[in-house]
Structures are given as C-alpha cells and as structure tokens.
C-alpha cells in the first residue's frame, strides 16, 4: 500500500495515497514529503526516515574522507 508521507512544524504523519484527502491536509498547513510503500503508517515514516540518512550518509563519509587529505596535502606543501 501507497502512503504520502505529510510534514507540519516537526510533526511527520502518513496517509493512504489518495489525492483528495491529501488536499486536505494540504490545505490544512501540512506540506507534502514524500510518497512511500509500506504496510501501514508507521513503517511509511520509518522507510522515509531510513531514505534520507542513507541518502545523507554518502556525502559525509565523502567529507571525513576528503577534509583529512586536504589538510595533510596542504601541510606536506606549505613544508
């Protein structure tokens, strides 16, 4: 089953897909997130929460990995 993932301050809730009771909630003041698959609501917000730290967890190995052999390259030229 389809759910769209709603944000509204720091609050996350999921509902079944269906477009018109979306709009609801839309026109309420909650922003739409994403569209995700899962058994029921709490594990379409779990699965969304898994997305993004995987999706961010790329780019700060990137980081550890890059910052170090800067820094070791610009000491190793600068003496």
Known sequence: ?????????????????NEQHCKQYLDNGYFYI????????????RRLKAKYQRN??????ALAIVIPVI???????TH
Do not use: S
């Open 1 to 17: 089953m389809d759910f769209y993932v709603l944000k509204k301050k720091d609050e996350l809730i999921a509902i079944p897909a």
């Open 34 to 45: 994403d569209k995700v698959a899962a058994c029921d609501e709490n594990t379409a917000i």
């Open 56 to 61: 961010m967890r790329l780019p700060l190995t």
């Open 71 to 77: 820094i070791v390259t610009w000491w190793q030229v």
